[in-house]
């Protein structure tokens, strides 16, 4: 019904169609062809040709109002992808465990914040079950994880590599004999246990020792499943816990041994007297990265978080 306003509009401005036609780069039977061919489309005329300058016919009158309220939606949506081309608007949406959601992505998000004030982003706090199906069901823009989501589900951008490493009580009997493997949380920021000569001592010297896990269902769980069975022992389990975290804090204090990454003891402060060793290299690597929904709309404010953060893999 609109099509062609843009004609119209132009005769109504100028109030002439002879001036509307050379604005409008056509010629004036051209032009008027198209405004007849619209009044037949409405089936009454837009303008009153009989007077002079021409005026509008009560129609006409409503059909501009009605054009300009389609010019004005189309001005603000077209400011508005303008808006988002350079992030002036737009929503990040991104999900993590507790040790990355509270360590991890904070800072993180207070760089892409303070560049870009306007982005309305949001933080989500859960078990990697719970993230996942956030993810699936679009209510997430990213995940940051290191378990290995499906490749055929969720694309991946490399964020930064960790390692897996134990955490022993220092009063614990187990500790003594090991002093060439003991590893500071100092040691541990400093990169000592990425070392070659750094050598992980036998996972079957903590045998006796209470252990704290973490429940089924999550990376950690299944490495440290995988690392008492290639020592072929069968731990015994003080507590299941649900995050890394607190398995972390629970050892500090001296109640049993907890399998812990190399990220958080890089953020977390020295609770306790602890000492860390470090374990079977196949097993304890590992890479974490953000995760996204393949075949999701990709926003600019998905995109600039992605350039903003991805890493190179290896670094």
């Not at 306007?118 to 199906?133: F, H, M, N, R, W």
């Not at 055929?152 to 951008?157: A, D, I, T, V």
């Not at 040691?187 to 089924?216: K, Q, V």
Request: hydrophobic fraction near 35%; charged fraction near 30%.
């Amino acid at each position: 019904m609109f099509e062609g306003k843009e004609y119209i509009y132009e005769v109504y401005k100028t109030r002439s169609f002879s001036k509307a036609a050379a604005n409008l780069y056509i010629s004036q039977p051209a032009l008027s062809a198209t405004v007849r061919k619209i009044e037949h489309r409405l089936q009454t005329p837009i303008f009153d040709r009989s007077t002079s300058p021409i005026q509008l016919t009560e129609c006409g009158q409503r059909y501009i109002r009605e054009i300009e309220k389609l010019m004005d939606m189309e001005n603000d949506f077209e400011n508005y992808l303008n808006d988002m081309e350079h992030l002036r608007v737009g929503r990040l949406s991104v999900g993590g465990s507790n040790l990355f959601a509270s360590y991890i992505l904070p800072p993180m998000l207070a760089e892409y914040m303070k560049k870009y004030p306007s982005i309305d982003v949001s933080l989500s706090e859960a078990s990697t079950k719970d993230l996942e199906k956030k993810m699936f069901d679009g209510n997430l823009d990213f995940v940051m994880d290191n378990y290995a989501f499906s490749n055929s589900l969720y694309e991946r951008h490399f964020f930064r590599e960790e390692h897996l490493l134990l955490a022993v009580p220092a009063a614990f009997s187990s500790n003594e004999g090991l002093e060439l493997y003991r590893l500071s949380a100092s040691d541990i920021r400093n990169g000592r246990h990425l070392l070659e000569e750094t050598e992980c001592p036998p996972l079957s010297a903590f045998a006796e020792e209470p252990f704290l896990l973490l429940r089924s269902g999550n990376d950690t769980r299944e490495r440290s499943n995988r690392l008492f069975e290639h020592a072929k022992i069968s731990p015994r389990v003080l507590l299941k816990l649900d995050q890394q975290v607190t398995a972390y804090r629970i050892a500090c204090y001296g109640m049993g041994i907890s399998f812990v990454t190399d990220t958080l003891i890089r953020q977390a402060h020295d609770d306790g007297e602890l000492w860390f060793y470090r374990l079977d290299e196949d097993l304890s690597r590992r890479e974490i990265y953000f995760y996204r929904k393949q075949h999701r709309y990709l926003t600019r404010a998905m995109e600039e978080f992605i350039r903003m953060f991805e890493k190179p893999q290896g670094t």
